[in-house]
Structure formats: C-alpha cells, structure tokens
C-alpha cells in the first residue's frame, strides 16, 4: 500500500462551480499540492452505461485537494467550501497508480467516481485491509485503469460514505465493456475479470449504497 496523503474531496450533489471560480477560490489557501476539479459534461455523458444511482444521491462533481497535513481540517471547515456549493469529505488517501495529466490540462478518458458505505458488519481495520491491501492489485489488473487514487474517509458531510475511489479509464472504455475491463477482445477473460472484481468489491463495499458516476477532471493545481 503506497504512502497515504492528507485529502480533501468536496462533493457536489447541486451546481458545479467552473474551474476559474474553483481556481480563484483556492488561491488564499497554502499547503495545497494538488487539486482537480471534475465535472459532467458531453464528453463524460459517453460513459452513462456505467452511472449507478441506489441511494438517489449521485454527485454531479468533485474537487479533489491534496494538502499539507497541518491545514486539513481547516480547509475543510473554512468558507471554501460553502462558497464552492459542497459537502466536505476528510480522507486518507493512497494514489496506487498516479493519473497522468498536467496543470491546466483535462485528462483525455473519464474518472469513475465512486462514493460507498461499507459493508454492514465491517470493521475499520478490516476494510482497510480488503480494501486498501487486498483488493487494490485486483482492481488495477482486471480493468483498463489508467490512474488509481483511494481515499479512506475519516470524517464525512452528508450523504455520509466510508470511501471514495477515483479511477480514470480512456475514452474507448466509455461505450465498451470490453475496453473497460482490459480483456482485448477476449470475452470469456472480460467475464472473468467482471467476476473476480465484483467478487473482491462485495467484501468492503456495500453496492445497495454506493454511488458511481464518471465525470470529466481537469488538473487545476
């Protein structure tokens, strides 16, 4: 499991602020190392067969912000996020595979955002064990993922989540099932695949109560 980094994500079940207000609104803050700002668009929309909606909740958007560990929880609380229209969500994050694109640039495929409560009966120590540990190599080997970041919250807005995972796949994975779970044109492996990440998900998550949605992110800092 790769090193954790202090996160805050906002979500965003409403009105998405546009890059240049998000942008502005973070320029009286110090200590933030990263933040991008993903939003549905026409490009995302290519990816609808993949929404998933169970607790009617499903975000519209979210601004990621890494951040130095000292000013988190300030950040979370201050007027920023009021102002941006979001819920705050305080996270430990752990970034497995790094999504390649620069500042200033929107990543060329889509993220899949994915919001879950755990599994009734899980204890922290176990979800992070399947989650973090267990089922991070089965994820980045049965999909196309082109960029892995999890984030374990530790104090959540409302709707209330355990976890947040940012994956991003390329545009062909929008439409295909096959694209997506990086089989080729191989079937059989596709299903295969299917199996063996629905099968490692269900032990962590709660899919009755997780919400995913692919957005279109844009690296601002």
């Known amino acids: 499991m790769s090193a954790a980094t202090c996160r805050l994500q906002i979500i965003f079940f409403d009105t998405v602020p546009n890059p240049e207000q998000t942008h502005s609104a973070l320029l009286n803050y110090e200590g933030i190392t990263m933040a991008a700002l993903a939003r549905s668009d026409e490009h995302s929309n290519k990816a609808a067969m993949w929404t998933r909606d169970p607790m009617g909740c499903l975000p519209t958007g979210r601004l ?3 951040v130095d560990s000292q000013i ?3 950040l979370a609380i201050a007027p920023i996020t009021e ?10 994050g752990t970034t497995p595979l790094q999504p390649e694109f620069a500042v200033g640039e929107t990543f060329a495929g889509t993220l899949q955002l994915c919001c879950f409560q755990r599994r009734a009966g899980l204890t922290s120590a176990q979800l992070q064990q399947y989650w973090l540990e267990e089922h991070t190599d089965i994820a980045l080997n049965t999909q196309n993922t082109l960029g892995y970041r999890q984030n374990l919250v530790t104090s959540s807005g409302e709707p209330h989540f355990d976890g947040i995972v940012e994956e ?4 062909e994975a929008s439409q295909s099932m096959s694209a997506f779970f990086a089989d080729g044109n191989n079937e059989a492996r596709m299903w295969e695949h299917i199996e063996q990440l629905t099968k490692s998900s269900e032990r962590f998550l709660d899919l009755d109560r997780s ?4 957005l279109s992110d844009k690296r601002i800092v």
Not at 83 to 92: D, I, N, P, R
Request: charged residues 20%.
């Open 211 to 214: 919400e995913v949605v692919h």
């Open 83 to 92: 102002k941006l229209g979001g819920v705050a969500y305080l996270c430990e």
């Open 168 to 171: 991003y796949f390329p545009p």
């Open 64 to 66: 990621a912000i890494d």
């Open 72 to 74: 988190t929880r300030a």
